[in-house]
């Protein structure tokens, strides 16, 4: 493919994106199975050029007049983040074979206007919305937390599965197999890999073997922070994809009962040949979206873990498509959900028993503001104070984002039934 094609496909694989709900990711793979022609060289300069512009999305946008389609998102990056000259770009878009048309008056206008003075929220590549809850957040350090979260590719975070096998061993299996991983720095069963170039973690034989899952860090944080043990009753209220209720099988070493459940049938059967490899079990339970399915364990759980919905925003450096997808109107749906999850999940709980939030969002309105109006609307529930390997004292409460703790965003909160 020629550099104007490769610009061309770019520019409608980032429409394609704009128009649906998958991941883009998921995008990128099918346009590929679609277009054999392309080789390799040019899927990774063509998927180079979309994370670019997803991450730069909000700024390109302003550039280009406010235009958010995917020609205009381009040539927008061509100037402000390539710094090529109008007549480079010109070039780039003769219009000939498979590359785009060329300029339009208007494009060409807006190129040469430049970008001229940035609000503040254009500059750091987010909803206007975010960045303000990002300020109110962390202060002065919100452009910090911005730049760690939308910038660069995240890391692949490994979990080892201990009832398999031993950290170093599996860290040298890794390496023999040509990768270079490295302990994290707060888990002491994660390792971690570049994601460039990115390898192929599903055809190891570690993995196959149930050796290792593929689990974020912060994720294996939030797990050991809840407190799963052995001979423990513990549920998995929303068990989503289940790497998770992987990580919390773990902490009990096969002895105790460990329920898993979802709202989504579909869900709950994806875990089941992840259960099956790590060599683990689970009760998978279906349950109504107002909690029906699980009533016999009504004040008989040790440990309700509550991994709710959110907008995962403490993801966005893997999907930063989805900072553009999120609506103020979406998140107040969502701290509306996870209140009324916590409600019903809290029946679980037994007297001394423990209730654990988590959330993948770095938004405050899923985070404080939820575990606020769970303390208010249940006085039985006192606040634990727990102290994770990256904090420097206790607390019931914990933030961890790419720039504080290198691990996506994540919230915790935890609490004990006193009555």
């Known amino acids: 493919m020629t550099p104007a094609a490769r610009l061309a496909a770019a520019a409608s694989i980032l429409d394609s994106i704009a128009q649906g709900r998958q991941p883009a990711e998921a995008v990128l793979k099918a346009w590929g199975s679609q277009n054999r022609y392309a080789g390799s060289k040019d899927r990774r300069a063509i998927a180079d050029r979309v994370y670019k512009v997803l991450r730069a999305r909000g700024r390109l946008s302003w550039i280009m007049g406010g235009r958010e389609d995917g020609r205009a998102l381009v040539i927008g990056s061509l100037s402000a983040l390539d710094g090529l000259p109008l007549d480079e770009i010109e070039a780039l878009h003769s219009g000939d074979g498979y ?26 590549g987010l909803p206007e919305f975010v960045v303000e809850d990002f300020k109110t957040t962390y202060g002065d350090a919100w452009t910090e937390q911005v730049r760690a979260l939308m910038e660069p590719r995240a890391p692949i975070d490994l979990r080892v599965n201990t009832d398999r096998a ?9 390496r023999e197999a040509g990768l270079s991983p490295e302990a994290t ?18 055809a190891l034989d570690a993995f196959k073997a149930g050796r290792i899952e593929i689990q974020d ?3 294996q944080i939030v797990c050991a922070l809840a407190g799963a043990a052995p001979g423990l009753t513990v549920v998995d209220y929303c068990a989503g ?24 049938a579909r869900r709950l059967d994806n875990i089941r040949p992840r259960l099956e490899r ?15 399915g699980l009533e016999a364990l009504n004040g008989e759980a040790d440990l309700v873990f509550v991994d709710a919905p959110c907008s995962g925003s403490g993801t966005w450096r893997r999907r930063p498509e989805d900072a ?34 988590v959330t993948c969002s770095m938004l405050s309105a899923e985070n404080e503001v939820s575990a606020d109006a769970f303390e ?3 006085p039985e529930f006192a606040p634990v104070a727990t102290t994770p390997p990256f904090a420097a004292q206790a607390a019931a409460r914990h933030r961890m984002s790419p720039a504080t703790t290198g691990t996506d965003g994540f919230f915790f909160a935890l609490y004990e039934r006193t009555a």
């Open 217 to 219: 860090e912060g994720s």
């Open 166 to 174: 031993e950290v170093a061993s599996v860290e040298a299996e890794l």
């Open 241 to 264: 994809g289940g790497g998770k209720t992987l990580g919390l099988a773990a902490a009990m070493q096969g002895q105790g009962r460990l329920v898993a459940s979802d709202v989504v």
């Open 99 to 124: 590359g785009p048309r060329p300029l339009s008056k208007q494009e060409r206008s807006r190129i040469t206007a430049g970008e001229g003075e940035l609000p503040g929220w254009v500059a750091a």
């Open 278 to 292: 790590a060599g683990v079990a689970a009760e998978l339970v279906l349950i109504g979206q107002n909690g029906g």
């Open 324 to 357: 553009w997808r999120l609506t103020p109107e979406e998140v107040a749906r969502l701290h509306a959900l996870q209140v009324r999850i916590l409600d019903q999940a809290a029946k679980l709980v037994k007297p001394g028993g423990r209730l654990a939030y």
């Open 376 to 378: 208010a609307a249940h």
């Open 185 to 202: 720095p707060w888990s002491p069963i994660g390792l971690r890999l570049a994601s460039e170039p990115p390898p192929n973690v599903q």
